[in-house]
């Protein structure tokens, strides 16, 4: 059987950085932070008082105000980024075959704030269980595709992926091989997340695994530097449209990249932590390149997951090294995350559309906020530091990782 072509025609971006496409890649190449003192709640006696909000938005602006309010806002973040991929795409609903159109989303948590509003609101009465009739609708992780999909008729594959933090680079290559298998003509794929609660910042501040670094959040994150003490919590939504190539091209379509391939593989090996020497890793890139048809030297840039964990940074890059041997040095190394923090389950969806940007653009987003150099790292890699840098990309792959080691790899090339 002969795989389908699988191009990118739309994209759609809320970010803590930028509340859609054009900002968020204005923000990133000109390395600014989206770390600030929490907004949502008040954290002052927490560990952590900060994380990357999404800022200067309003719902209301994009969706009806009595559908806002049955929505979590990990749903209302997907809805919106949705619009803009799909908007960009130009694709006409109304000519489309909708049980050709598929929706493939990713969030690793789903409506946390929901879930937390709803149990201590209970916890606070008589015990006389007065739950909103909303509650479960708008806390599952899959009623984001499912809300797409009725928003626009769209009949074809409809789930949710939940791996942790790979959740919508596992979209991504799912709505990948939903095409590539001819299923479908077109998907919308993606993933968001809305974990900046008081259940999110506590669980995570619980298990050591973010910056405390209250004195100065904007460089918190900092992926590869020696001084790094963890992730900062972020939020948001990246949307892509997928489509077979010659359903795009016969429509005249914007083809921003090919979708050329993509892996993914488990750790095995611990809950949270990742391997020290990064099996897995080398595993899900080795797959990747496979399945895409490519040779480590082919790859121009790597956006990695680059956390800034003390572990899992060093575990990556010497991942890289394995897969890449000598070519890893001339490769331009980078993690958006300095700028975005870190959005878990959207963290995959949001990357990838900075990936196939500084594919369209020539131009490597920085690593920002690097100062000191860590021993444990190869200094002849490329980390593209505190600077972005012009560059002329032709393939570039993108990294995500998420507790319980799932690992997700997707990779994109210019068209051919």
């Keep these: 059987m002969e795989l389908k072509r699988v191009v990118v025609t739309g994209l759609g971006a809320l970010t803590p950085i930028g509340n ?3 900002e968020y ?7 600014q932070s989206g770390a600030a003192e ?3 709640f008040d954290a002052s006696k927490f560990k952590t008082q900060f994380a990357c909000e999404i800022k200067n938005f309003d719902p209301t602006e994009f969706i009806d105000r009595k559908e806002v309010r049955r929505m979590d806002r990990f749903a209302q973040y997907a ?8 908007e960009d795409s130009g694709l006409d609903v109304d000519t489309l075959d909708k049980n050709r159109v598929g929706v493939i989303w990713g969030a690793g948590i789903g409506g946390l704030e929901t879930f937390q509003d709803e149990v ?3 916890a606070k009465g008589d015990g006389t269980p007065r739950f909103n009739p909303f509650f479960i609708p708008k806390m599952i992780a899959d009623i984001a595709p499912g809300l797409i999909s009725i928003k626009y008729g769209f009949m074809g594959p409809n789930y949710a992926t939940v791996s942790a933090c790979a959740s919508s680079a596992n979209a991504i290559f799912d ?9 479908t003509d077109v998907v919308i794929t993606g993933g968001s997340e809305a974990a900046v609660t008081a259940a999110g910042m506590g669980g995570f501040n619980a298990m050591h695994a973010m910056s405390t670094r209250n004195d100065d959040p904007k460089s918190a994150s900092r992926p590869f530097d020696a001084n790094r003490d963890g992730f900062v919590l972020g939020e948001g939504s990246g949307a892509l449209v997928l489509e077979e190539y010659e359903h795009a091209k016969a429509r005249g379509a914007k083809i921003y990249a090919e979708v050329a391939g993509g ?3 488990a750790d095995a090996y611990h809950m949270t932590a990742p391997h020290p020497e990064g099996i897995g890793v080398v595993a899900v890139m080795e797959n990747c390149l496979r399945n895409a048809g490519l040779k480590p030297e082919d790859v121009d840039a790597i956006n990695t997951h680059g956390t800034s964990t003390p572990l899992g940074d ?3 890059l010497k991942a890289i090294g394995k897969v890449f041997g000598d070519h890893a040095k001339n490769i331009n190394i980078n993690s958006t995350k300095s700028m975005t923090g870190h959005l878990l389950g959207a963290a995959g969806a949001v990357e990838a559309i900075a990936s196939i940007l500084s594919m369209e653009h020539g131009l490597i987003p920085p690593t920002i906020n690097h100062e000191t150099v860590d021993e444990n790292i190869d200094p002849e890699l490329n980390l593209t530091l505190n600077k972005a840098q012009k560059r002329d990309v032709n393939v570039v792959m993108s990294n995500t990782f998420g507790f319980g080691g799932h690992n997700a790899c997707v990779v994109f090339k210019k068209l051919d």
């Design 175 to 183: 709505a990948m091989n939903m095409i590539r298998l001819g299923h």
């Design 25 to 31: 890649w204005n923000a990133l190449k000109s390395g």
């Design 38 to 40: 929490v907004t949502h």
């Design 314 to 316: 060093v575990a990556e």
């Design 120 to 122: 201590s609101n209970y």
């Design 20 to 22: 859609n496409i054009e």
């Design 263 to 265: 892996g993914l593989s």
């Design 79 to 86: 809805m919106v980024t949705a619009q803009e991929a799909m």
